[in-house]
């Protein structure tokens, strides 16, 4: 004999030989099979064998019914057998008062009742109408609005359960309005601590004396043309002082000054007034309109005319979108008609949102970084097109300038009798810095 170990399966599948020098041709399996059988109470103890395991062989000799009794099964009961299907309404105590539509079951836990009640949110906004009674902790969906802990904001989570802040303090803006220029703080809330000293964010809108130009700012970057302002006031109280007028220091420059801070008019702004003004000399209407007052106006913006000559092509592009999207909304049978935009980086995402405001447009981003796009939805009898195209007047004001006329001298002929003898006749030069006592 030898001291090798067989490594056969034996006739289960399950199990090794194992035996020392077994030389066998079939491998029965001595053991017990040991699996659970579809009664889940007992086990099979049969030899270990392939394949299914059959069918439990004990039996009950006790009457099997459902919880209620109505429903019986008589002996002899085979093992795993379950509680028979009953038909009558259910009879057990339940949790509310309300109809009970289920039929009588095995189960320990009844179905959830689903009967249609009034229930509170959980913010105590609103009585919710329509809710499956088992169905507890309901939100009306609006901002919960309780107040803080700091005492200056309230929450603005959507209605939910507990409390509104669990171990952490209000991180909302400070709504404080500042000494300077009136907008709010909006630094971290700090409530027993004043407010940091950190420059303003909150866009402003300046505007040239006559409301042609118009320009968005921060409120920080603005505060260059308040200084100059503060500057010019003081210069000019300062030249009172030499000339012995007295002069109150604190009233220098007062905050009704400083709100007045407006654009330079431009050319155009000018050309405007003057064709106002002669159109106030011939006493025309304004409904008229013969000079083209109204139209001649500018309705882009300098911060959109400085972007949209970063890139031009673009810009033409998106001007032809909307002028079809306007024309087939004026001549198509629906009220309203949209066209989508490709992603696009923010510059150019705000160069559409400008012009979907001069064309009447609702413009309204979606998406997310780097997929959000611009969605343009032009409406009947609001949109329409503008008289110029921001490319065109873009395309005009890039024009090159035309070369000044060539000067003309004036010729006198000092032989009267030849007429071929000419010569030109130079102006003496005047030098006004020659000054002689």
Same mark, same amino acid.
């Given at each position: ?16 030989c ?5 030389v ?32 439990? *062989? ?5 009457e099997? +019914? ?22 009558q ?30 229930? *509170?949110?959980m #913010? ?28 200056? @904001? ?16 209000? !991180? ?9 220029? #009136? ?21 402003i809108e ?29 210069? +000019? ?24 801070a ?19 000399? &011939? @006493? ?6 013969? &000079?083209n ?7 882009? +913006?300098?911060?959109?005319k ?9 810009v ?14 004026? !001549? ?7 066209? &989508? &935009? ?11 949102h ?59 002929? !000092?032989?009267?009798? +030849?007429?071929?003898?000419? !010569? ?14």
């Open positions: 004999m030898c001291d090798k170990r067989c490594s056969k399966k034996r006739l289960c599948g399950r199990h090794k194992n035996e020392i020098c077994c066998d041709k079939e491998h029965k399996c001595p053991l017990i099979c040991g699996r659970k059988l579809r009664c889940g109470l007992h086990r099979c103890e049969e030899p270990c064998h392939r394949g299914n395991c059959q069918t439990c *062989w004990q039996a009950s000799f006790d099997l +019914s459902c919880h209620c009794g109505a429903s019986v099964i008589y002996p002899p009961v085979p093992c795993g057998t379950r509680p028979p299907v009953c038909t309404t259910c009879a057990r105590v339940h949790d509310c008062d309300h109809p009970v539509y289920h039929s009588c079951h095995s189960e320990e836990k009844c179905p959830p009742c689903t009967f249609l009640t009034q229930k *509170w949110c #913010g105590k906004h609103e009585l919710r109408s329509n809710i499956p009674c088992h169905l507890v902790d309901i939100s009306c969906g609006l901002p919960c609005s309780a107040a803080l802990p700091c005492g200056m @904001h309230r929450c603005q989570r959507l209605c939910h359960k507990g409390e509104c802040l669990v171990d952490e303090a209000c !991180k909302q803006p400070c709504t404080t309005p500042r000494a300077d220029c #009136g907008h709010p703080c909006m630094a971290p809330c700090h409530l027993s601590s004043p407010c940091p000293v950190t420059a303003c964010k909150a866009k300046l505007q040239c004396e006559c409301g042609r130009r118009k320009e968005i700012m921060i409120c920080s970057e603005a505060s260059s043309t308040y200084q100059r302002i503060a500057a010019i006031s003081m210069a +000019s109280k300062i030249t009172d002082m030499q000339l012995g007028d007295s002069v109150e220091i604190s009233k220098l420059i007062t905050k009704k000054e400083i709100h007045q407006r654009l330079e008019c431009d050319e155009e702004c000018s050309a405007l007034e003057r064709k106002k003004q002669l159109a106030e000399a &011939f @006493h025309i209407s304004d409904d008229s309109d013969p &000079f007052v109204r139209s001649s106006a500018s309705k882009f +913006s300098d911060s959109l400085e972007d949209a000559r970063k890139d031009l092509k673009f033409s592009d998106v001007e032809k979108e909307m002028k079809a999207l306007v024309e087939a909304v004026d !001549k198509g049978k629906n009220n309203k008609k949209s066209h &989508f &935009f490709p992603p696009m980086n923010r510059d150019h995402r705000r160069i559409i400008e012009l979907a405001q001069v064309y009447g447009l609702e413009s309204v981003s979606y998406d997310s970084e780097p997929k959000r796009n611009v969605v343009v939805i032009a409406v009947r009898g609001k949109s329409v097109c503008p008289t110029t195209t921001l490319t065109s007047v873009l395309e005009k004001e890039m024009q090159a300038r035309p070369p000044p006329p060539i000067p003309h001298h004036r010729q006198t002929d !000092k032989n009267p009798g +030849s007429s071929n003898l000419q !010569k030109i006749e130079k102006e003496a030069v005047i030098d006004y810095f020659d000054v002689q006592d």
